[in-house]
């Protein structure tokens, strides 16, 4: 697919509990953090500060869902 969506802003995010929380992406343009893992011990979360389908290319997308999915859910990523 070669269609853009556009992100005229995209939002710089943080972790709020850096004990947790790590910076697992940054925007190249400014260095500013794009996307946030924390692990909470019992479930997991990934956030990103731009909407998924701005992200350019089916393997770009793919590449990105599956390192999402490996944070998410370890076990059943790498048994498939």
């Known amino acids: 697919d070669t269609r853009c969506y ?11 509990d850096h004990s947790r929380g ?14 946030v893992a924390h692990d909470a011990g019992d479930y997991r ?3 990103m500060g731009f ?3 701005s992200v350019v290319g089916v393997r770009a997308k793919a590449s ?13 990523v790498k048994n498939n």
């Open 6 to 16: 556009p992100v005229e802003s995209p939002d710089a995010i943080y972790p709020s």
């Open 22 to 35: 790590i910076p697992v992406m940054k925007y190249t343009e400014n260095n500013l953090t794009a996307a």
């Open 45 to 47: 979360t990934v956030v």
């Open 51 to 53: 909407p998924f389908e």
């Open 64 to 76: 990105l869902m599956r390192c999402v999915l490996e944070y998410l859910c370890p076990k059943q």
